[in-house]
């Protein structure tokens, strides 16, 4: 028997509550056709967030794949459940407030290190290094999430560690991609302390190393932070394309040589792409991840 919403509780045409009702097998579903509207209605609702301008009724159902009474019919449903609206005056049809409210409750539910954790490990496997996480605070990165290699000779700033912002690699990559009067915030209070003698401090050289990282799509820490120590770090971004993260493999120079550079990049950024896209963020690197691995092959040590 099929069901329907009343009064915002489910019940059948006659009234009997839903926990009356006998659920519906798979079989029985995809029999009526729900689940093929389900999948179509989708279709819809996925096409409209790529056009925040909207798409007209033809457009859409072109886009979609459906005869305009059908993609009118699924809008019709939608925009009763405020999924989608319709502008008359300019005749398109647009996401609707119920579609933002179902979106903002995932990002409201996200936890940022419990979605990197399986790519962060994944990553480590690959590189073989020491995977981490860490976000901007003012003029410093702080470190959210590590994942440790197993082997020796490995880097010991934990969860909670802070480094200076122009001599990591995260630190660096988000300078490289925060908005300008971020950007421009941090170089008011940044402290720019060498320690060693590889760590830049000169703000005209800094802001060069930036727009190289810009260009890249990753930043290098060549022992700018420790003697002996290097980082290769990307960017992961938020759904309105905002700079929010960053995650880095760290090692010895032992391992981390010149001849690995280019594949570890590859891997991390292929790493900081895979963890935007599980926030619903939205890539702002020129470079393709996938290009970028293909082109550096397996990592070899």
Known sequence: MNEMLMNGKNVTPCGIQRQDVRVPSKEVLRSSGQVQSLSRALKLLNALAYQPQGMSLSELAREVGLPNSTAHRLLTTLQNERYVRFDNERSAWMIGVQAFQVGSAFIRSRDLVQIARPVMRRLMLAAGETVNLGILDRCEVIYLAQVE??????????????????????????????????????????????????????????REELDKIRQQGYALDDE?????????????????????????????????????????????????????????????????????????GEVRE
Request: negative net charge; glycine residues 8%.
């Open 149 to 206: 290699t197993k082997k020796m000779m490995r880097t010991i700033t934990g969860p909670g560690g802070r480094a200076y912002v122009h001599a990591s690699g995260i630190g660096k990559a988000l300078l490289a991609f925060a908005p300008e009067h971020v950007r421009e915030q941090i170089f008011q209070c940044w402290d720019p302390r060498q320690l060693t003698m590889r760590t830049i401090t000169d703000e005209a050289q800094l």
């Open 224 to 296: 700018e932070t420790a003697v002996g120590l290097r980082c290769v770090a990307s960017v992961i971004f938020d759904e309105n394309a905002e700079a929010i993260a960053g995650v880095s493999v760290s090692g010895p120079t032992a391992r981390i040589t010149d001849a690995r550079l280019q594949q570890l990049a590859a891997l991390v950024m292929e790493a900081a792409f895979d963890i935007t896209q599980e926030i619903g963020g939205r890539w702002q690197i020129s470079q393709n991840p996938a290009e970028a691995l293909n082109q550096a």
